[in-house]
């Protein structure tokens, strides 16, 4: 790995920088990482293991955009980071996006095509409100409610660029770190990102080139965020570092798992499976 690359000042995520070549894995990990799941359709009379997508990526993050109004594809967008809802969650969530579509709507007006990390700091302070994009953000609920952050999840798949995806677990991570005259937690993100500019840049630019799919830097900060704050940062290193993509990287080739390829296989059970979270 290069070693001119730009670590990660994050006090949001912990005391010490994110090394660049660790939040690549990471990243890597969440999109392309696999899991281990015993399976057995109700046609089966034996389960095999499959291998499973161990994040949300292909769930939320490469899902489509829905079109026109925010409607039920978003709440099944949402559920695909966050799990499935019974039936009196989903009309909740379903009630909820009705009501945050005229804010949601005038946030994007107020923001004006400029995208999250570009706005001037009274869009996230007290001092500029009302009508500021760190205010409507706050409306949405902190920290966001067991409903709620199916709302945050819709509302960020649909400007991804635009809107924090925030849970309960990074919004407590996220507390601490608030001063006086932030709007909420959506200032602390702001202020990481434009600290971290350049290396979120290049992150967001390798991660496109890799993937074949960009995620928005302020995805990547909330990943970084997520993944640390639910210890599942290691487990997302391992991963990353088993991909062919981190092989392009490093110019080394990736590990593989020690299984028998005829034991496994990568479909079957793979849809509506994984690990609940972003």
Known sequence: MSPDRPAFALPSAGPDPVPWDTALAAVLGYARGRRPLRYRSPIER???WV?????????FDRRPVPAGPLGDDDVLVAEGVHGRLDPDGWATVRRALDDVEAAAGAMATRAAGRPFWDLPDDEVSVL???????????????????HGRYVVAALHHRR????PMVTRTTWLQLVPHLVEGDSGVAA???RELRTNVEAFGALEDVVADLLGHRLTRLRLHDLLLWLTATLRLPAAVALGRETGEWGQVDGV???????SPSSWSSSGASAGTGTSGP
Do not use: D
């Open 51 to 59: 291998l499973v997508p161990a994040f949300g990526f292909e769930r």
């Open 46 to 48: 034996e389960g095999r």
């Open 160 to 163: 991804p660029a635009l809107v």
């Open 253 to 259: 080739q990736a590990g593989s798992r020690p299984v």
């Open 128 to 146: 500029g409100e009302p009508g500021t994009v760190g205010a409507a953000l706050r409306t949405l609920g902190e920290p966001p409610g067991p």
């Open 188 to 190: 602390v993100v702001h």
